[in-house]
């Protein structure tokens, strides 16, 4: 931290949160022009480490979202996906990023390039490279969108908020245990870090009781959402029902479905408060999206903060 005293009741100063919420691009942007390559390789190993984290947790939800069908549906659901995932790769814009290897990493040459005093070198190849990773990345969100679309139309909701639970007993609750056991200093870099790890902008506040994170825009589901993913050809599905997957309000987006039963139902059940508290945008929003991460991730106040 700052020498700084952060205000009664906080454990940052304005300028830490102001610090902690640059983007990874700003950082490395600084390093090198306060000459320090070594310092800027630090934070694009960083970042790459972030962005490998993503891709490793898409590839373990699309597994056990495909484990999912193949358990309640067997052959027959299966055969039923076959042809929309055939489909799918045929339309989506940028299909052929999964079929190329994740981007190698960038971080010596940025070192290198900067130590020549190619700074401007420096940020394209990094630039290049982030860009290959968000690619990646979202054909991997939209692929795993499209497994909850057609479970969605071929099943129901009930069986939607089924296939969320499935694969968040077997990826996202583990994790659960061991965040809420990590003090709030140390929780909030490592939630800004996953964040920006899917290239999202953030800024971040702090009261007594909490962190508030806002990423605008989200880089999951508003971009999904901005990228018009669910117009043709696409056309990912929209839930209607009020239902535990659309917070009980109706229209919404498939992917941003997960948040609702993932991060409020079933964390309320093992937590008894949701963990933490997403505010996502209604309906096909692309706005400001604040999560609320509370300092104890058992304070009852987070129940009132559903949207």
Known sequence: MDDD?????????????AD?????????????????????????????????????????????????????????????LAPVTRRFFAVHPD?????????????????????????????????????????????????????LSHVYRTYGVDELEAIHRHAAERTLLPWMSNDIARPPQKRLPRWVLMLQGHFSGIRIEEDDEKFTIVQDPCGTCARQILDGRYEPPLSLAVVEERHACTWGRGNTPIY???????????????????????????????????????????????????P
Request: charge should be negative; aromatic fraction near 6%.
């Open 5 to 17: 005293t952060p205000p009664n009741g906080r454990l940052f100063t304005d300028a830490e949160l």
């Open 20 to 80: 902690l919420a640059r983007s990874p691009r700003d950082v490395i942007a600084l390093r090198l022009a306060a000459g320090e390559p070594a310092a800027a390789e630090a934070t694009v190993v960083s970042t790459e480490r972030s962005f490998r984290d993503q891709l490793g947790g898409q590839h373990s939800w699309l597994a056990h979202a495909l484990d999912f069908v193949a358990l309640r549906h067997h052959a027959h659901g299966l055969a039923l």
């Open 95 to 147: 299909a052929r990023a999964v079929v190329e290897e994740p981007p190698p990493s960038v971080a010596s040459e940025v070192r290198a390039r900067s130590a020549a005093g190619d700074d401007e070198g420096a940020l394209a190849a990094y630039d290049g490279a982030t860009d290959a990773w968000r690619r990646l990345q979202d054909v991997y969100r939209d692929w795993i969108s499209l497994v």
């Open 256 to 306: 941003r479905t997960h948040v609702p039963v993932w991060h409020v139902a079933m964390a309320r059940e093992q937590l008894g408060v949701p963990w933490p508290v997403n505010r996502c945008p209604a309906g096909l929003g692309a706005g400001p999206c604040p999560t609320l991460l509370y300092k104890d991730p058992r304070n009852p106040a987070a129940d009132a903060q559903v």
